[in-house]
């Protein structure tokens, strides 16, 4: 999952996108209204959490910017206010949701993951290729019943594959996905995530390199399809 942080508290800022980070998402940060506006409209995001009092552009006239987009972003409005009418008032402006600071971390995290789960097509409850099975709910991964542990990205990458149902998916996509701006997108990052992927997987192998393209895994479905691996 994507998620972009518009707070101008940097020590706040920072400390959910730390927090976000250890529970598998790609964050970027943005400090000003306008930086955020600018990150939103180079990068799709699939959850935005938006402070209201920003400085340059409004926390309000960024939510509405984002909203009329057409994108399937989805925006949490975090404010220092817990009014009913400033709620009424956010979510009026289109935030799908809204959360008043202070707040529990797991709440906020229950939020986002419930707010990226609307932003993307839905996906089977496991997705499976062959005898690999991925519960995103659990974070898990089985091959043949045996649990394989993965780090965040490698368990990132193999999520962003099978959801393709076998399409391919480009290296810029993976990266796009499952990192954040931080990444460099000239390094070997990705070949050598899928490589130590491929390892942990064994054999047979199911993720394909697709020459020029980028990687696919054949065969990848759902549990309740019986999708066999072609190659």
């Given amino acids: 999952m994507r998620v972009l942080v518009v707070e101008d508290e940097a020590p706040l800022a920072e400390a959910i996108a730390r927090g976000l980070r250890r529970e598998g998402m790609a964050v970027d940060v943005a400090f000003t209204g306008d930086e955020g506006h600018e990150k939103a409209a180079i990068t799709r995001y699939d959850v935005v959490l938006l402070d209201r009092d920003l400085p340059g552009m409004s926390g309000d006239d960024l939510c509405k910017e984002i909203v009329t987009s057409g994108e399937l972003t989805r925006v949490l ?28 971390f797991p709440e906020l995290v229950a939020r986002v993951r419930a707010l990226g789960r609307r932003a993307t097509p839905a996906t089977p409850p496991v997705l499976t290729a062959g005898d690999v099975e991925l519960d995103p709910s659990r974070r898990t991964v089985r091959r043949g019943g045996e649990l394989v542990e993965l780090t965040r990205k490698e368990f990132g990458v193999l999520e962003v594959l099978l959801s393709a149902g076998g399409a391919v998916v480009s290296s810029e996509d993976l990266l796009e996905r499952v990192w954040d701006e931080n990444a460099d997108p000239f390094t070997t990052t990705v070949r050598v995530t899928v490589m130590t992927l491929r390892k942990k997987l064994g054999e047979p192998g199911i993720i394909d390199t697709v020459v020029g393209s980028g990687y696919r895994v054949p065969g990848a479905g759902s549990s309740a399809e019986s999708g066999s691996l072609a190659e």
């Fill in 77 to 104: 409005m975090l404010t220092a206010s817990g009014a009913v009418s400033d709620r009424v008032e956010g979510l009026s402006l289109g935030a799908d949701d809204y959360l008043a600071k202070p707040f529990a």
